[in-house]
C-alpha cells in the first residue's frame, strides 16, 4: 500500500461571476485558482477551508482531539477587555454534537489556551528548540522543503524515501 496517496477528483464545472475589489484583486485570484486548482495542493486548500462552511457563523478557531473537535464561532466580540466568541460547537465522539453559549465557549477556549501554551513550552524546551524561534515566520521554499518533508514522513513510518516518492507521483 502506499504511503503517500492522492486521489484525483473530476468535478463537474460551474461558471459563476464574482465582483472583487480591485485592491484585492492581487490576492483573492491567485488563492482562488490555487483552491480550485485539481492538485494536492488544491485539495489541501478545499480540505482547509470545509469546516468553514459546517454552520452560519464563521469559525474563530478550530481545535481537534482524537475525540472532541470544537468549533468557535465568530465573530469575536470584546466587552471589557474579555473576548467573548458568538458560542461553540463540539463533537463529541461518539455521543455527538454539543453547542455551548458565548461564556461557556470563551471559557472552555480560555483553558484549552493555557494547556496549549504549557504543552507546547515544554515539548519546546525538551526537544531543546525554544532558543531557535526566529523574529519572523520563515518563508518555505517549497521546492526544497516538500520534498524534505515528505522523506522524513516516510523515514519516520519505516519507509525508504523511493518508496514514497514513486506512490506520491
Not at 468553514?52 to 466580540?77: H, N, Q, T
Not at 507546547?120 to 521554499?141: C, H, V
Not at 518533508?149 to 506520491?168: F, I, K
Request: with cysteine.
Amino acid at each position: 500500500m502506499p504511503f503517500f496517496n492522492r486521489s484525483t477528483h473530476h468535478h463537474r464545472y460551474i461558471s459563476h461571476t464574482v465582483q472583487i475589489p480591485r485592491c484585492l484583486a492581487d490576492v483573492l485570484v491567485p488563492l482562488a485558482d490555487q483552491l480550485f486548482d485539481d492538485t494536492i495542493d488544491g485539495a489541501a486548500f478545499q480540505y482547509a477551508i470545509r469546516p468553514f462552511f459546517l454552520g452560519e457563523r464563521p469559525r474563530a478557531a478550530i481545535l481537534k482531539g482524537d475525540d472532541i473537535s470544537i468549533y468557535l464561532e465568530g465573530p469575536v466580540y470584546e466587552i471589557d477587555g474579555q473576548p467573548f466568541p458568538m458560542g461553540a460547537q463540539m463533537i463529541v465522539s461518539p455521543s455527538g454534537w454539543l453547542s455551548l453559549g458565548p461564556v461557556e465557549a470563551a471559557a472552555l477556549h480560555a483553558e484549552l489556551r493555557k494547556v496549549i501554551d504549557a504543552t507546547a513550552f515544554r515539548w519546546l524546551i525538551q526537544k531543546g528548540l525554544l532558543g531557535e524561534a526566529e523574529p519572523t515566520r520563515p518563508q518555505r521554499d517549497r521546492k526544497i522543503d516538500d520534498p524534505i518533508a515528505l522523506r522524513q514522513m516516510a523515514a519516520a513510518a519505516g519507509l525508504s524515501a523511493q518508496e514514497s516518492e514513486a506512490s506520491h507521483g
